[in-house]
């Protein structure tokens, strides 16, 4: 089944709530936190929100969960399914910081044709349905047109450390710091996608990342008249751990960048 408007807004709602019920957790000196591994947290804030969406989105489509909590070993091949973060930026989330978002994508088997995301905080809920374009509370957005760097506001994050992943982006980031305006690391890479389809970043790159980190943001900036590939130029961001995210203008300065440290090919 593909997602149509007329069902974006209970989505929309379900999301909306799920973040809403993380909230209530927000800054709690009684957050329960476990650490599923050295470096990985989780918090009840999570599973709730995951329980949540999980009892809900199967009302709208009952198809398989790729969910980071409880279903994180779904495979991604030509099988619909939701693919589900419910906190991401559990890291700031957990220190009682700021941003951190509720990202919900359904996936047709083929491509992403519907996109919630919902920065609680602040309460901005992000969406977009396959070739309807790109909103922000209702009203539509469009990335930035900025094509000169120095004037460029950029985003970037560290999964690959973090995760001791094998590609270290961090020439990349010594390498446009000195070229951009200025890098901004928000610790969430839900933020980053959806603000670059709102034109706050001009583009984002990350390296580490997992389907349900990039899954929904993508298809926003895509509807929000951006582009959306992995490191290589391809389509493979969302199971390749490597995304660019970016305004048209600018999408060959960062892709020349990480190819002049790792080439065209990794």
């Known amino acids: 089944m593909n997602i149509t408007l007329d069902q974006m807004p ?4 379900i999301v909306k709530n799920a973040g809403n019920i993380a909230l209530t957790y927000f800054n709690s000196p009684h957050l329960a936190k476990r650490y599923k591994s050295e470096k990985d947290l989780i918090t009840e804030a999570d599973e709730k929100a995951e329980r949540i969406l999980l009892e809900e989105l199967k009302n709208i489509d009952e198809i398989q969960f790729l969910s980071e909590e409880f279903n994180p070993d779904t495979l991604f091949n030509d099988e ?3 693919i589900i973060d419910p906190v991401d930026g559990t890291t700031n989330f957990a220190a009682g910081i700021a941003p951190f978002a509720v990202s919900v994508a359904h996936y047709n088997g083929e491509v992403v044709d519907g996109a919630v995301c919902y920065l609680p905080v602040t309460g901005e809920l992000f969406s977009a349905c396959l070739g309807h374009g790109a909103f922000l509370n209702g009203k539509k957005i469009s990335v930035n047109e900025e094509t000169y760097p120095l004037k460029c506001v ?9 995760h001791n992943e094998p590609l270290n982006t961090v020439p990349i980031f010594n390498s446009i710091i000195k070229k951009v305006r200025t890098v901004r690391r928000l610790g969430s890479a839900v933020t980053d ?3 670059t389809a709102a034109g706050r970043f001009a583009f984002f790159y990350e390296a580490g990342l997992a389907p349900w980190d990039v899954a ?4 926003i900036v895509k509807e929000a008249g951006g582009i959306v590939t992995d490191f290589e130029g391809g389509s493979g961001y969302i199971t390749n751990k490597t995304i660019i995210a970016s305004n048209p203008g600018i999408y060959k300065f960062i892709k020349k ?3 002049m440290f790792y ?3 990794f």
């Open 80 to 82: 619909p399914l939701w």
């Open 193 to 195: 996608l959806v603000y």
């Open 10 to 13: 209970d989505i929309e709602k």
């Open 263 to 265: 080439g065209k090919n």
């Open 154 to 162: 950029v985003a970037t994050g560290f999964a690959d450390i973090t």
């Open 257 to 259: 960048e990480i190819e």
């Open 216 to 219: 929904a943001g993508s298809l």
